[in-house]
């Protein structure tokens, strides 16, 4: 009994050094596009930049892109506090916004964002086969936009499908009102059309995990687009799709859903085969 004790406390002291000693560390603001374009457009120049903040002494660890929310019309990339020195890499990317730009700018600059994530994460030790998408409200539109709709990551030669993973934090599942706006469309007319992550539910995307706000405090039917997309993906054979509703939290539902993206990672990554 007592060899185990000293066994089961070696193992534990063992962790805890492991723990100690994964750190983490940041570089800001790189270019997502290439060199000419970057200097032949000085807004593209400024937005279309990225942090990347990783394990630097891990190998082979997932990555999670992550889009700030904002409306399309304002924001700034930021890693967010609850997803650090969790064992992932976290890409925080900035996008062009209304009114400087009009859809689908931001979307192709979502789209470049991740293809540069999958050019280059292996260079910090990151597995290019565990890239998740996800982002609070018009990031999470972008996140499911990209992900849902290939020919965005088909300009980069890239399969949308190869994504790990879709975890999008309240995003409009219909067309952004933003892209409405700019239509001269009121906010309260739902359209959906190739601009919306509903117009493109498919069997063979990527594992889908829809988080919403309570559906009594979200923003005007927020919980129920996200609820239509859920059952038109069953719909159409997607077998892993799946929609969260967190009671009591308004639009602002970051808090505990981070640690449900976490989970969904995880998930995913043991099915995968890897350690997380």
């Not at 539910?201 to 919980?223: M, Q, S």
Request: hydrophobic residues 40%; aromatic residues 10%.
């Amino acid at each position: 009994m007592k060899q185990l004790l000293l066994l089961v406390i070696s193992i534990s002291l063992c962790y805890n050094v492991y723990a100690q000693e994964t750190t983490y560390q940041t570089k800001e603001n790189i270019p997502y596009f290439n060199e000419t374009l970057n200097q032949s457009d000085d807004y593209i120049s400024e937005r279309c930049v990225l942090d990347v903040y990783y394990p630097n002494n891990m190998k082979s660890f997932a990555t999670i892109v992550w889009f700030h929310g904002g409306g399309i019309q304002a924001g700034h990339k930021e890693i967010p506090e609850a997803l650090k020195n969790k064992g992932v890499a976290v890409v925080a990317v900035n996008y062009r916004l209304h009114p400087k730009v009009s859809a689908p700018a931001y979307i192709e600059d979502a789209a470049a964002s991740v293809a540069w994530v999958f050019n280059n994460i292996e260079q910090y030790g990151g597995d290019a086969s565990l890239i998740f998408l996800s982002g609070h409200s018009a990031g999470g539109y972008l996140a499911s936009m990209v992900g849902m709709d290939k020919r965005w990551l088909n300009k980069h030669a890239i399969d949308a499908n190869t994504i790990a993973g879709l975890i999008p934090f309240s995003g409009h599942t219909i067309t952004h009102f933003t892209v409405r706006k700019e239509r001269g469309i009121e906010g309260t007319q739902p359209i959906i059309d190739d601009l919306a992550p509903l117009y493109h539910v498919r069997v063979d995307a990527p594992p889908l995990l829809l988080i919403t706000g309570d559906r009594e405090l979200e923003l005007l039917g927020r919980y129920e687009e996200n609820a239509y997309m859920m059952r038109m993906m069953k719909v159409a054979g997607h077998n892993d799709t799946r929609i969260m509703e967190l009671d009591g939290y308004d639009h602002g539902m970051t808090e505990p859903a981070f640690p449900l993206l976490l989970k969904e990672v995880e998930r995913i990554v043991k099915r995968h085969g890897n350690r997380f």
